[in-house]
């Protein structure tokens, strides 16, 4: 086996497994840090502890060739590292900016373990101008190469992404850096570290604008009898448009978009500009859920107190087991606090004791069972077997037959055929 540069990944999460898993495709040595005993003994046996499609596969192969080791702690995981990727979570915190602790955490754990000459690489989601911290701390070239994998794929996002953004005050390190991805073939661009900071967080915003922009055609849509996919196919033949990430749904949400559009507002606010642009997207964020629940509300007779409501898909999108900041929770909770007993289903979550975030929720085995005495369903994730139940069987089980199609998942005249009263999304 040629040996290949020695990389240590810090966080075995959602963006650091996938890259360390990626990194040693492309060749490198690869050691893995993970704290959390529960998931490194789940690594140790070859489990994925969280659902991402494709990561076992890809994992069990460099496991077995040798090029990735999973180990406790950042410490150990540096020596002999000539290049350390900080991959752990900045989640928001209270008043709106990213909480760095855990990055700051991994910085001063590794500060005296690093090799000389090695080279810390921050994959973590920071405000502008975190890398000058983390060099102050550790001592040593700190460059910043943001993430812009999806959950869900994250497999293929990592092996093949767009573009690869290095940035670092010491060219030579960021174009070392920028080599450990060569096998990718991707676009690589360095920058200064802000500069590269700020790509990743306009990357997001951007996407979010998008979104908001597409949930108000919608519901402008509903107003004026337009429907909003023929809309957004009109729109997308536009080469400056296309066609991605303009499906009109529930509203964002996700570990990323609302931290981020809020850390960058925060950013700008702090740097003395109103981003009220930013501030409108998210806003507009909170109206798609509330329209949700309003048509919901509608659909169930005009009051919501005393009935039941089912409610099918929980995570903030499919193929993810992730249910941070997700809409569908969001959606489900208000219908709770507005008096609905909720009934609930998703693929991903078992039926039994409801965890914190679902607390007031009933969680049930099936999406039949979700609805049995219901007199709304929602569809909040777009999960595919949605589109496969039997609809005369949940029509039998409903107190009334009625649904909102939060993803315009469905087919509306099969089941209005069917005896249901449908609401989908900027749509007849
Ligand atoms: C997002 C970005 O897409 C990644 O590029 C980035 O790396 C990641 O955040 C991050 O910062 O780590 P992710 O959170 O996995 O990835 O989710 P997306 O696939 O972007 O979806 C975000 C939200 O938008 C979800 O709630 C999804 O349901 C919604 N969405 C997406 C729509 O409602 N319509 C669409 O057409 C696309």
């Known amino acids: 086996m040629t040996p290949g540069v020695r990389v240590a990944v810090v966080g075995a999460g959602y963006?650091?497994?996938?890259?360390?898993?990626?990194?040693?495709?492309?060749?490198?040595?690869?050691?893995?840090?993970?704290?959390?005993?529960?998931?490194?003994?789940?690594?140790?046996?070859?489990?994925v502890p969280f659902l991402e499609d494709g990561l076992g596969g890809l994992l069990a192969?460099?496991?077995?060739?040798?090029?990735?080791?999973?180990?406790?702690?950042?410490?150990?995981?540096?020596?002999?590292?000539?290049f350390v990727f900080v991959c752990v979570g900045t989640p928001?915190?209270?008043?709106?900016?990213?909480?760095?602790?855990?990055?700051?955490?991994?910085?001063?754990?590794?500060a005296g373990e690093l090799e000389p000459g090695a080279i810390v690489v921050n994959k973590s989601t920071v405000p502008v101008g975190t890398a000058a911290e983390l060099e102050r701390?550790?001592?040593?070239?700190?460059?910043?190469?943001?993430?812009?994998?999806?959950?869900?794929t994250a497999v293929g996002d990592s092996l093949h992404p767009d573009r690869v953004v290095v940035g670092a005050d010491d060219r030579r390190a960021a174009r070392r850096v920028g080599e450990l991805f060569s096998e990718?073939?991707?676009?690589?661009?360095?920058?200064?570290?802000?500069?590269?900071?700020?790509?990743?967080?306009?990357?997001?915003?951007f996407l979010a604008m998008k979104l908001s922009f597409v949930n108000a055609l919608a519901a402008l849509c509903e107003l004026i009898g337009a429907d909003v996919r023929d809309?957004?196919?009109?729109?997308?033949?536009?080469?400056?448009?296309?066609?991605?990430?303009?499906?009109?749904?529930?509203?964002?949400?996700?570990?990323?978009?609302?931290?981020?559009?809020?850390?960058?507002?925060?950013?700008?606010?702090?740097a003395g500009y109103d981003f009220a642009l930013l501030r409108a997207a998210i806003a507009a964020n909170h109206e798609a859920h509330a329209r949700v629940v309003r048509k919901v509300e509608e659909l169930a007779g005009?009051?919501?107190?005393?009935?039941?409501?089912?409610?099918?898909?929980l995570t903030f999108k499919a193929g993810t087991d992730d249910r941070r900041s997700s809409p569908a929770v969001a959606i489900a909770r208000r219908l709770v606090e507005l008096g609905a007993t909720v009934r609930a289903y998703d693929p991903t979550v078992p039926p039994g004791p409801s965890?914190?975030?679902?607390?007031?929720?009933?969680?049930?085995?099936?999406a039949y069972d979700a609805c049995r005495g219901a007199s709304a369903v929602a569809l909040l994730t777009e999960w595919e077997e949605f589109r496969g139940l039997d609809f005369v069987k949940v029509h039998d089980v409903m107190a009334s037959a009625a649904l909102v199609d939060a993803r315009n998942l469905l087919d509306p005249a099969a089941l209005r055929r069917t005896g249901f009263t449908y609401a989908g999304v900027g749509r007849p």
């Open 15 to 47: 963006v650091g497994l996938p890259t360390a898993a990626a990194l040693a495709t492309f060749g490198h040595d690869v050691v893995c840090a993970e704290r959390d005993e529960a998931r490194l003994a789940a690594l140790a046996s070859g489990r």
């Open 137 to 152: 701390i550790t001592g040593t070239t700190v460059v910043s190469n943001p993430e812009f994998l999806r959950e869900g």
């Open 355 to 366: 965890p914190q975030d679902l607390s007031g929720t009933v969680l049930c085995a099936d």
């Open 184 to 205: 990718t073939g991707a676009p690589l661009i360095v920058t200064d570290t802000v500069t590269a900071e700020t790509i990743k967080y306009a990357s997001n915003a």
């Open 61 to 82: 192969q460099v496991v077995a060739s040798g090029k990735l080791r999973f180990v406790r702690g950042a410490a150990e995981a540096v020596r002999g590292a000539e």
């Open 302 to 313: 005009g009051e919501l107190a005393g009935r039941t409501v089912g409610v099918w898909g």
């Open 231 to 270: 809309v957004v196919l009109g729109l997308g033949y536009d080469r400056r448009i296309g066609f991605d990430f303009l499906r009109p749904g529930p509203g964002w949400g996700g570990s990323c978009f609302p931290k981020d559009t809020a850390a960058l507002v925060r950013i700008a606010e702090d």
């Open 92 to 110: 928001e915190g209270d008043d709106g900016a990213a909480d760095l602790s855990f990055v700051e955490e991994v910085a001063a754990e590794i």
